[in-house]
């Protein structure tokens, strides 16, 4: 059974830090695409970035860029996503997805966690 099970804190001011942990079992990391999405109350969910499932290529939405950094352990099968300079605007659930590489649809969601960064 595949699970995707995230990890991390969730309050913050803004100016903050945090980060996130995805943790996989039942499947082997380094041959997926991982991605965190993100849900705010009211809106739909949103791809944040993601990071390739060899070579570690990153891709990140406009708004995020230069403060969240995504990172893969494929040998400990884990995904971690840390947040700097957080802003109010980066609170909602978040997400860990994986994809295999030839396909853009998330097949694995993680269980979704709150992120919730005060002003």
């Known amino acids: 059974q595949v699970q995707l099970v995230e990890y991390g804190g969730g309050l913050a001011q803004a100016g903050d830090s945090l980060r996130r942990s995805c943790a996989a079992s039942g499947l082997t990391l ?3 695409v ?3 999405l993100r849900q705010a ?7 944040v970035g993601s990071i ?3 070579g570690g ?7 995020v860029k230069g ?3 995504l990172s893969r352990d494929n040998a400990k099968n884990t995904v971690d996503l840390s947040m700097s300079s957080l802003k109010p605007e980066d609170t909602g659930v978040y997400y860990c997805a994986a994809r295999t590489r030839l396909d853009n649809n998330y097949i694995y969601w993680g269980q979704g966690t709150q992120v ?3 002003s």
């Open 30 to 32: 380094r041959n997926y």
């Open 116 to 118: 919730t960064v005060s």
């Open 34 to 36: 991982m991605a965190w």
């Open 52 to 54: 390739g499932w060899i």
């Open 67 to 69: 403060r969240f950094t």
């Open 57 to 63: 290529t990153t891709m990140y939405r406009e708004s």
């Open 41 to 47: 109350p009211g809106k739909e969910r949103e791809f």
